[in-house]
């Protein structure tokens, strides 16, 4: 016995087609994902720098305090948020310059200093080679807030713990990026 060719069944055009529209929105979706990782991937650097200069302004606070370079009293903002503070870390967001004479970040004797810069290595992927590239990081400001934590006052008055919150803005690509970094410092070193 024969079968009849109508009988047979295959993929009917509108099949295919659905078929193909779900496979061109899957890939669409694989593409995308792909392209984020790659932006991420590209962003590394950019990362790494913001924090390891948000880590660079905590060391430099908490160095100041254990060094003795400056009292308590300095271990603020220039204007606060009383407005008058009275300490030395200029307010506000500020360019990532070399540190002043007094050997801390975000203070008034940075202003005469020039931008910070990275050397990174060239095409032979090796340091201190005739090839490695330098940047200047004119694109990121580092902003240090240090406010007294409410509630912990002593008897004379003086509040013993602060807050310090390193903010890092920087581009990364197309958008904007922040890193902060939050961390307490008290009058004991």
Same mark, same amino acid.
């Given at each position: 016995m024969r079968k009849d060719p109508?009988?047979?069944r295959g993929f009917s055009l509108i099949e295919t087609i659905m078929a193909l529209g779900v496979l061109t929105v899957g890939l669409m979706g694989a593409a995308s994902v792909i392209t984020m990782g790659m932006q991420r991937v590209s962003s590394s650097p950019s990362d790494l720098i913001?924090?390891?200069k948000a880590a660079e302004a905590i060391e430099s606070v908490f160095s100041a305090r254990d060094s003795h370079v400056l009292v308590w009293a300095q271990i603020r903002n #220039?204007? /606060?948020s009383s407005g008058t503070d009275g300490g030395v870390f200029i307010d506000g967001p500020q360019p990532l310059k070399l540190v002043g004479p007094d050997g801390l970040v975000n203070t008034a004797d940075d202003a005469a200093q020039p931008v910070e810069s990275m050397v990174y290595p060239g095409q032979d992927q090796k340091m201190f080679t005739a090839d490695d590239v330098t940047v200047t990081l004119s694109g990121y400001t580092r902003e240090i807030?240090?406010?007294? #934590?409410? /509630?912990?006052?002593?008897?004379n008055g003086i509040c013993n713990l602060r807050?310090?919150?390193?903010?890092?803005?920087y581009q990364a690509g197309q958008t904007s990026r922040r890193y902060s970094l939050v961390t307490y410092i008290s009058t004991y070193s």
């Open positions: 109508l009988s047979q913001a924090t390891q #220039v204007l /606060g807030q240090i406010r007294d #934590v409410p /509630g912990e006052v002593d008897v807050s310090i919150t390193v903010t890092v803005i």
